[in-house]
């Protein structure tokens, strides 16, 4: 399971790379357009916004809208109600280019979530997944909170690549 759902991740994140390259831009970028795009209709949204629905850091989501705030895709406004936030909006350019995309997207979300096609079972997936990113980061935070007890028991503190770990991988 563990090993099927990092392929999937893996190939996700492939398909959504692919959108990218069709409306000219990288892969991180089209998953902040796209949800600025969405989000916009619903709420102001800020740089914040994006970073809590994105699970990504604000530091990170600056720096990308930036670069599309200067490709002409998203336009930045000051918000009337509190100066020290931007307000975030797709320009029409990214409309236009969102719109292009939508065919071939929808067919290949299409065969790619088709084996949810069973009344309820997209729902269910999404709902699911939600769930195991708030579990993820619980058992991040145990996992980092357990370092120093694996420490005194003789192993390494694991580091970003992997690399240093005693004993075998996942």
Known sequence: MVHDSLAFAARLQAVRD?????????????TILISVYHL????????????????????????????LVRSGLLEKRPDPNDGRRAILRATSEAENRLARLAEVQSEVNDEH???????????????TIAELVESTDRALALLHGLTPRA????LAAPSPSGAGRKGGGT
């Open 151 to 154: 420490m005194a028991r003789g």
């Open 40 to 67: 916009q209709f619903d709420e102001d949204v800020s740089v914040t916004r994006i970073a809590e629905h994105l699970h990504l850091s604000g530091a990170f989501i600056t720096n990308e809208t930036n670069k």
């Open 18 to 30: 692919g959108f990218a390259r069709l409306i000219g831009i990288s892969g991180v970028q089209y």
């Open 113 to 127: 979530f088709g084996p949810l096609a069973e009344a309820g079972d997209f729902d269910l997936f999404r709902r």
